[in-house]
């Protein structure tokens, strides 16, 4: 059985639709923090800092594998550092010692684009470089990525992880973070034709469409285990553009779009990031390959979000 925490957020709705379809419905049981009367299928309440009720889900669903998602994200991890400290690292390492203790064989977690910082190179950003993120979110996810392979190294333990970029869906919405302004601005284009951005127009950010963060993260995780050389996060490029970019892109398919720009404490965070990473690791240990360019996911996403606004 597969367990998934954090089955609500963006990124969890999309993986337990297709770990669901991959490997059966009963295969897969969603867990969130709140309940969802919209999913189908096996579903549990859990908070990811209640190790006791994570404890006993494992024993009763006899889960083999833990796909880890909740986190708070680097904008509103800002606003709540403490929690955010705490909901990161302790959540981290309850699943971690599953893998330690044997009662679990296998851990997805995600990091982020958000472990890199000022003194980093911006440019295609290479695996090995300058951390020295600001954000508290970021500081955990780097501590998060040396916990990883301390735990792979010392105790054996099989967790995979990749360093997210800003990651863009029409299924679900982002839940707090300094990308969200990418799948924002599709929605209010085809609500209102307009969009005032928090970010100024050339910040240019490396984001991933959906669909090809989802097929990244089943490949790492069906990757044979010797595969697998970097036990702390791999990097994945994605696409990288800016406000401006994806703007200009949107305005091929709806040309009355407009977009404006009043820039808040998010633009310091992704000043702070890189604008474009290097994927080479990935592509030689696991094969990755992206399918998705910036305007191929954007007519894919204008498709779809019309259908549910009309
Ligand atoms: C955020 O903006 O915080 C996230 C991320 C890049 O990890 N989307």
């Not at 400290?85 to 981290?92: A, I, R, V, Y």
């Not at 390959?289 to 910036?294: G, P, Q, V």
């Not at 305007?295 to 019309?306: E, G």
Request: hydrophobic fraction near 35%; proline fraction near 5%.
């Amino acid at each position: 059985m597969i367990l998934i925490i954090g089955a609500g957020g963006q990124v969890g709705r999309e993986l337990v639709e297709k770990l669901r379809e991959k490997k059966g419905k009963e295969q897969v049981l969603a867990t969130d923090i709140r309940a969802l009367e919209d999913m189908e299928g096996p579903f549990e309440e859990l908070n990811a800092l209640d190790k006791d009720r994570l404890h006993e889900l494992v024993e009763q669903y006899q889960v083999t594998e833990i796909y880890h998602l909740a986190a708070l994200l680097s904008a509103n991890a800002e606003k709540q550092v403490k929690f955010a400290w705490e909901l990161n690292m302790d959540s981290l390492f309850y699943v971690l010692d599953l893998a330690k203790e044997g009662k679990i064989k296998k851990i997805f977690w995600p990091s982020s684009i958000a472990v890199f910082g000022p003194n980093t190179p911006r440019e295609n950003t290479p695996q090995h470089t300058v951390t020295d993120p600001t954000t508290v979110y970021g500081i955990s996810k780097l501590a998060g990525e040396r916990w990883c392979e301390y735990y792979a190294k010392n105790y054996d333990v099989d967790v995979r992880s990749i360093r997210y970029p800003g990651l863009i869906g029409y299924k679900s919405m982002p839940g707090g973070g300094t990308t969200d302004y990418a799948v924002d601005i599709y929605h209010q284009a085809l609500k209102e034709g307009k969009y005032e951005c928090f970010l100024s127009e050339n910040s240019y950010l490396p984001m991933m469409y959906m669909e090809d963060a989802i097929r990244a993260t089943i490949e790492l995780m069906e990757a044979p285990a010797e595969n697998i050389k970097i036990k702390s996060s791999y990097n994945l490029g994605g696409i990288s553009f800016s406000p401006q970019e994806i703007a200009a892109e949107i305005k091929k398919i709806i040309p009355d779009f407009e977009i404006s720009y009043a820039p808040d404490f998010r633009q310091k965070i992704a000043d702070s990031w890189p604008s474009s990473i290097d994927d080479q690791d990935a592509q030689n240990d696991w094969n990755w390959e992206i399918e998705y360019d910036l305007s191929k996911m954007s007519a894919d996403i204008i498709k779809n979000l019309r259908k549910h606004y009309t």
